[in-house]
C-alpha cells in the first residue's frame, strides 16, 4: 500500500469533511482503540496506523523529533494542523503514547495531538476497572442532552476527553 502525504491527506479531509480518522502508533493501539469505538458503535471512524502516513525524516528532524513511531504520530499531527487552511479537530485524531512524559505535561502540544495518561495504550488492556470507566463515563455519557460539544477536563484526563468530544460530532 502506498502512503499518502500530508498534502494528500489535507485535500481529502478538507474535501470529504465526513472523513473521521485517528492516527495511532502500531498495530496494538489500532486494534484498541477501535474495540472502544465498536463497542460504543462508531463504525463512522477509521483507526490507521501511522505508517500508512509519509512522514519524511526531514520533517522529523525540522520538528526537533527522533526516528520512531511515535515521533511520526506527533509529526502528522503537527504537520497536518500546519498545512490545513481548516480547523481538522473533528476529523482527526492523532494519539501518541506519553512514554516518559505519563503524569506530567507533555513537551509537545497541538490541536490534532492526544497523549495516553500511562506510559503505553497496551496498560489500560490491564486495567479493567479504568476501561469500564471509561466506557460507561467518557464515552457513554453524553453530558447532558444537546450539549455534544461539551467537554470536562481533569488534569488526568485532559486528552481523552479532547478525543471524546470530536467523537461526538
Same mark, same amino acid.
Given at each position: 500500500?502506498?502512503?499518502?502525504?500530508?498534502?494528500?491527506?489535507?485535500?481529502?479531509?478538507?474535501?470529504?469533511?465526513?472523513?473521521?480518522?485517528?492516527?495511532?502508533?502500531?498495530?496494538?493501539?489500532? @486494534?484498541? $482503540?477501535?474495540? $472502544?469505538?465498536?463497542?460504543?458503535?462508531?463504525?463512522?471512524?477509521?483507526?490507521?496506523?501511522?505508517?500508512? $502516513?509519509?512522514?519524511?525524516?526531514?520533517?522529523?528532524?525540522?520538528?526537533?523529533? !527522533?526516528?520512531?513511531?511515535?515521533?511520526?504520530?506527533?509529526?502528522?499531527?503537527?504537520?497536518?494542523?500546519?498545512?490545513?487552511?481548516?480547523?481538522?479537530? !473533528?476529523?482527526?485524531?492523532?494519539?501518541?503514547?506519553?512514554?516518559?512524559?505519563? =503524569?506530567?505535561?507533555? @513537551?509537545?502540544?497541538?490541536?490534532?495531538?492526544?497523549?495516553?495518561?500511562?506510559?503505553?495504550?497496551?496498560?489500560?488492556?490491564?486495567?479493567?476497572?479504568?476501561?469500564?470507566?471509561?466506557?460507561?463515563?467518557?464515552?457513554?455519557?453524553?453530558?447532558?442532552?444537546?450539549?455534544?460539544?461539551?467537554?470536562?477536563?481533569?488534569?488526568?484526563?485532559? =486528552?481523552?476527553?479532547?478525543?471524546?468530544?470530536?467523537?461526538?460530532?
Amino acid at each position: 500500500m502506498e502512503r499518502r502525504t500530508i498534502p494528500e491527506l489535507v485535500t481529502l479531509y478538507e474535501l470529504e469533511p465526513s472523513v473521521r480518522d485517528i492516527y495511532v502508533e502500531g498495530p496494538t493501539d489500532r @486494534a484498541f $482503540v477501535m474495540a $472502544v469505538l465498536r463497542r460504543v458503535g462508531r463504525y463512522d471512524i477509521q483507526v490507521k496506523e501511522v505508517d500508512v $502516513v509519509d512522514v519524511p525524516s526531514t520533517e522529523l528532524t525540522k520538528l526537533g523529533l !527522533t526516528i520512531g513511531s511515535r515521533q511520526r504520530v506527533i509529526a502528522v499531527a503537527l504537520l497536518l494542523e500546519r498545512a490545513s487552511t481548516t480547523d481538522l479537530i !473533528t476529523q482527526v485524531a492523532c494519539i501518541a503514547d506519553a512514554d516518559a512524559e505519563a =503524569g506530567s505535561p507533555p @513537551a509537545i502540544n497541538g490541536r490534532l495531538l492526544l497523549y495516553t495518561d500511562v506510559a503505553c495504550m497496551t496498560v489500560y488492556a490491564f486495567h479493567v476497572p479504568y476501561v469500564q470507566w471509561y466506557l460507561d463515563i467518557e464515552v457513554l455519557d453524553f453530558h447532558g442532552p444537546g450539549n455534544k460539544w461539551s467537554v470536562r477536563y481533569s488534569s488526568r484526563f485532559a =486528552g481523552v476527553h479532547r478525543l471524546d468530544a470530536r467523537l461526538r460530532t
